[in-house]
């Protein structure tokens, strides 16, 4: 595992951004494994200011999303399809064709997974992004996942539920499922990406990368690939 630290959330963004900038110039037929939340919202924003300069271009570029709640239309202000929308894809030349989110709408759940994840399997990722949750979950693969987990319907931790309740009027209308990527999907990308800033991540943060290789911290997981960079602001960093 590779550890930038950086000073504050801003300077965390640009780092990551031009990692991803760099990797689009290089290769602009690239594919992005992409996350939504709060962390990569800076880092978004870094790369459509890069595309407005006409620094970089996404019309070949693919991307697959981590995950999406189940039991919000895409409609929804905080369905991670709008996320996506509002926060990159609206702002680039990325083509409607090449962006890829679990769908979870519709009654056949299950074949959402599967045909999302036969999507994944004939794709090659060479980044992908990560935020983690306070409780060490990637994606939405909560604590006790196991590793070789493909593409499946999960249910939220009570405590993903709660960290996520500041999206929403109440703990109540915080979805209690989701369709995510499963850790063996993530591990397949060539590359890594993980942003992490605040003292609520500094615990989680410290188990993923001086604890042991578990289940019940999904993060660890990481520790297994052999090309996974870690960008941190102090705060987050404070227990390494
Ligand atoms: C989002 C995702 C989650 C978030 C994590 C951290 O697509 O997969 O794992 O990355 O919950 O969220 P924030 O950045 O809001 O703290």
Redesign the pocket.
């Known amino acids: 595992m590779k550890i930038i630290t950086v000073k504050n959330y801003n300077e965390l963004s640009t780092t990551a951004g031009r990692i991803i900038a760099d990797l689009v110039s290089s290769k602009p037929r690239c594919t992005l494994g992409l996350?939504?939340?709060?962390?990569p919202q800076g880092t978004y924003q870094y790369l459509v200011e890069r595309y407005r300069a006409g620094e970089i271009s996404f019309k070949e570029v693919q991307t697959f999303n981590?995950?999406e709640y189940c039991g919000l239309p895409r409609s929804h202000p905080e369905s991670?399809f709008r996320f996506m929308h509002d926060n990159l894809f609206s702002h680039i030349d990325i083509q409607p064709e090449n962006r890829h989110i679990p769908c979870a709408e519709g009654g056949d759940l299950q074949s959402q997974c599967d045909a999302y994840n036969a999507l994944l399997r004939q794709a090659t990722v060479d980044l992908q992004l990560?935020?983690?949750?306070s409780n060490g979950?990637?994606?939405?693969c909560e604590p006790g996942t196991p590793f070789e987990r493909e593409t499946f319907l999960t249910q939220l931790a009570e405590k993903?539920r709660q960290d996520n309740q500041r999206f929403f009027n109440s703990l109540e209308e915080v979805p209690t499922t989701a369709i995510t990527m499963g850790i063996k999907n993530i591990l397949e990308a060539r590359s890594i990406l993980l942003i992490a800033s605040g003292k609520a991540k500094a615990e989680c943060i410290s188990q993923m990368v001086n604890g042991p290789v578990t289940e019940a911290v999904p993060a660890s997981a990481l520790q297994r690939h052999p090309d996974t960079t870690i960008i941190l602001d102090e705060e987050a960093a404070a227990l390494l």
């Open positions: 996350a939504t939340g709060s962390t981590l995950d991670y990560l935020g983690i949750g979950h990637i994606g939405f993903t």
